[in-house]
């Protein structure tokens, strides 16, 4: 026999089931625009007038302010401008006593350049559908996922129930850089009992991610007409020594004992030579190479700890050189500045999410440690806000011809849906069969 929690789930699948093509439309719509960083504000006001007209929820924006953000040990340094970037936040209110606990459904909407574009197959701003995939930038990470946290609640409302808790919408900014936009928002207020952040992770559980930072190595050259390259210093060349320092310090961090939760990867802590500039002219030799990369490090480790490491590192590898020791190059740091985490998967949230995930998968929640950062990190390390990572299926993020499996969208919806119900309570109708 069915019992009235069963009826309620189906009537909100049912929900779900009814409003997919609107679900897909509104995700190829978000998917259109190019928000890639400093571009984010026609998606967001996009959501923001979705959130407020079509759900009725309470909307605010936030603009972050790196002034009374920058004490904050999770803030990134960052140079460029906030100015109507917004982080969107639609609150659904439940409304008399509440009987359950408030959650955050939270996803950023910033995504990377597509270039080189010549190499898609697809236009990275179609959202073309082929078979049950979905190609784009974005698609994967992580607008999916926007898509399905926000149809989740939706469904719920439009299937007559009433959640007894607070949930909170956030669609935010800068999460492919800084974190910054997150960050904001919390620092705002806007806080829940616990966050679910649906990146493309293939609807396992997240519950540890590495540290990552950002750095920046200028080296010097002695510039000179190609005529006389010989008593030249290039740059370019010389910068060769400073990516080999850098792969020599990834080999370090990788061979030293690996954290509990990356025991069983081979290689936990990457570093991306990211971006290299240098030169303007073929037959000039280049007096400046700047060298830009990621570096990812293990939970644990304080992200000023690291800085001063790499930065100890890189000199005392220069010292070794006869023209950088005499040149030393510059190091600086920008961008993520991102403590890695690791929190017990014995806890409620992963409770009622396995409770969620089982309903639609038919089998136990995996759970996953993943070797790059998420917003996940504030909740977890600064507010004791229990925070993971639950999304759909997809591939070729950050690379040309990204897609989205659209069916495990549905699926995260309905997961979410469930996890709703389940962590929130309700009351109101439930819908006869
Ligand atoms: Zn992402």
């Excluded at 699948?13 to 928000?35: G, N, R």
């Excluded at 790196?66 to 936040?89: A, F, T």
């Excluded at 990377?112 to 574009?117: A, H, L």
């Excluded at 639609?360 to 806000?385: C, H, M, Q, V």
Aim: one cysteine or more.
């Amino acid at each position: 026999m069915k019992t009235e929690n069963d009826l309620t789930l189906e009537s909100v699948f049912e929900q779900i089931d009814a409003s997919w093509e609107e679900e897909v439309d509104f995700l190829q719509k978000i998917c259109q625009f190019p928000s890639t960083l400093g571009n984010e504000a026609p998606v967001q006001h996009f959501i923001a007038d979705f959130l407020e007209k079509e759900m009725g929820l309470a909307v605010s924006k936030v603009i972050p302010d790196p002034e009374k953000l920058s004490s904050h040990p999770g803030y990134s340094e960052s140079d460029w401008s906030y100015d109507e970037r917004p982080v969107v936040i639609g609150e659904y209110r439940s409304e008399g006593k509440k009987k359950g606990k408030s959650v955050i459904f939270q996803g950023h909407i910033d995504v990377v350049s597509p270039e080189p574009v010549s190499f898609w197959k697809h236009d990275p701003w179609g959202a073309e559908i082929v078979g049950n995939k979905m190609y784009g930038r974005g698609t994967a990470d992580m607008k999916s996922g926007v898509a399905a946290m926000i149809f989740a609640l939706k469904a719920v409302r439009d299937a007559g129930i009433k959640l007894s808790s607070d949930v909170m919408i956030k669609t935010v900014t800068e999460e492919e850089c800084t974190g910054n936009g997150a960050l904001a928002a919390i620092e705002e207020g806007f806080k829940a009992d616990v966050a679910l952040i649906p990146e493309p992770l293939g609807q396992k559980g997240l519950i540890a991610q590495v540290g990552v930072i950002w750095v920046k190595v200028k080296v010097k050259g002695l510039g000179a007409h190609t005529e006389r390259a010989d008593k030249a210093v290039n740059s370019i060349i010389e910068s060769y020594k400073m990516i080999n320092a850098l792969l020599d310090f990834e080999k370090a961090l990788n061979s030293q004992e690996k954290h509990k939760d990356f025991t069983d990867h081979p290689h936990p802590y990457n570093i991306n030579i990211g971006k290299i500039h240098s030169g303007d002219w073929p037959s000039t030799v280049p007096s400046e190479c700047i060298v830009e990369a990621r570096v990812g490090f293990p939970p644990g480790v304080k992200p000023q700890d690291l800085k001063d490491d790499l930065k100890a590192y890189l000199l005392a590898a220069a010292q070794k050189d006869e023209w950088l020791s005499e040149n030393p190059p510059e190091i600086s740091f920008y961008g993520f500045h991102a403590e890695g985490f690791s929190i017990d998967p014995n806890q409620e949230l992963f409770d009622v999410l396995n409770d969620a995930h089982m309903v639609t998968e038919e089998k136990p929640l995996e759970f996953f440690s993943f070797t790059a950062t998420t917003d996940a990190r504030f909740y977890n390390l600064y507010y004791g806000i229990p925070a993971t990572c639950y999304g759909p299926t997809g591939g070729a993020l950050h690379a040309p011809n990204e897609w989205v499996d659209l069916e495990s969208v549905k699926r995260v919806t309905k997961t979410y849906a469930a996890f709703l119900l389940k962590w929130c309570g309700y009351s109101g109708k439930v819908i006869e069969e």
